[in-house]
């Protein structure tokens, strides 16, 4: 893994909470916040590749790890809970925990749909609503969730997801409004194609990524180290007077 070698210095002993941090984009994050000198805490309901980011990363600012079933509310207020008390204060709260699945017009079922926006936009705000006061107490703090640009490219096979993806900037804004005025920034970054290992393994291959660097100004594949600058510089005081924004990150296609 290649970071980012920007420091902020800001970020050192501050508070961050990361869902789905186990692995894929999460886990770059985890790493980079550990490696920024942040206090950091991480959700995930894969408890093995979980544990092994924590060894990895044990001679760093070793992350605090907290198993949960994000898609339970109760489950993700005391995940959340469990962040504050683990960390001391939370200044950053990294929405990230997602699961693109594949399903076809005619396959969705009412429960397929609500599974679907449990696991991809339902917790954002819970785990939001949970974390804010903590971020009022101290001052203010920095929300940043993860949207995509899948809803903006016609994928017919991802309905529910494409939804969850598209109220997550409208989330983004109301939230925005709503804790303005306790200095609590939120704002959302939308990824485009990025290879992970999950991604290699379930849906693409050599030909697709190839589609989508066509489609791209920057001719080569974007991998989940490409989000941690953003999501550094969005916690961070760099980004002070942003907020209510979204900021794409897909090398060009939008």
Partial sequence: MTLPSSQFPDLRNRGVLVTGGGSGIGAALVEA??????????????????????ERLAAETGPHFIPADLRDVEAARNAAEA??????????????????DRQTLEAVTEQSWDEGLAVNLRHYFFMSQAIAPHMRRQG???????SSIAFMLNMPEIPTYATAKAGIIGLTKSLA?????????????????????????????DEAIARMQERQCLKRMLIADDLVGPCLFLASDSSAAMTAQTMIIDGGVF
């Fill in 83 to 100: 962040a504050a008390a683990a960390l001391g204060s939370v200044h950053v709260l990294v929405n990230n925990a997602a699961r693109d």
């Fill in 33 to 54: 916040f550990a490696r920024q000198g942040a206090r950091v805490a991480f959700v995930d309901i894969a408890e093995e590749p979980s544990r092994a980011l924590c």
């Fill in 177 to 205: 409004g709503k804790l303005g005025p306790d200095n609590i920034r939120v704002n959302a970054v939308l990824p485009g194609m990025i290879v992970t290992e999950r991604q290699r393994r379930l849906w693409l291959d």
């Fill in 140 to 146: 203010g703090g920095s929300i940043i969730n993860f």
